[in-house]
């Protein structure tokens, strides 16, 4: 299944929110409809690819960029740095871990001229779900549910950060959310859980767009 076609399956929650007085659901139904309507409304898939990389050693991993095709208004507009030029790159990063040390964490990338915008933050929060079960094999199903959450607060915390102007300070954490391992629904957070969703700011101003 590729990236659109889970945004197009995905979109049904964010309907069901959208209509929940029309519907009978469940509390717990309707939370999780709810946080994917957060989800849905900072995310695009036009902008930005997801690009899998594997390393030497069999490894695959995510990280998100800008679209690398070529466009008809280069000319009218800056040049950006390349994708690989890690000096001149604003960088974030999204990841989900346990107690053990097992971590999912997907780089998000931009040139300094836009730094990491929050459709972006959208597309990794998208990408950490499609691949969780692939690249995070350790993480349980029946906790999806608190994962839901978790990516709920993320956009949440990436949209309300651009309209306060973005965020600045380096190798700081943005958003973090964590629960324990007896509470699957992600119920009651805690300062220091089991798992936990982590979004940080690795270099420079980003979330102004």
Do not use: C
């Amino acid at each position: 299944m590729t990236l659109t076609e889970s945004l197009g399956n995905l979109n049904l929650l964010s309907q069901l929110a959208a209509r929940a007085y029309t519907f009978a659901l469940s509390p717990s139904v309707l939370e999780t409809a709810k946080a994917w309507a957060i989800i849905m409304g900072v995310a695009t898939t036009a902008l930005y690819v997801v690009i899998q990389e594997t390393n030497k050693k069999g490894e695959t991993s995510l990280r998100i960029g800008p679209d690398e095709e070529p466009d008809p208004d280069w000319k009218k507009k800056p040049k950006a740095p390349p994708v690989d030029d890690k000096k001149e790159q604003n960088r974030m990063r999204l990841q989900l871990q346990d107690d053990p040390g097992n971590t999912f964490g997907i780089p998000i990338e931009n040139s300094s001229l836009l730094g990491v915008t929050v459709s972006q933050v959208g597309q990794a929060v998208f990408a950490m779900w499609q691949y969780r079960r692939t690249l995070a094999s350790w993480f349980p199903k029946d906790h999806d549910t608190a994962l839901i959450k978790a990516m709920a607060g993320v956009t949440k915390k990436a949209k309300n950060a651009q309209a306060e102007g973005g965020v600045f300070q380096g190798s700081s954490q943005v958003y973090s959310r964590q629960w324990n391992e007896n509470d699957p629904k992600g119920i009651k957070p805690v300062s220091r859980g089991y798992y936990r969703v982590d979004f940080e700011n690795l270099q420079g101003h980003n979330l102004r767009f």
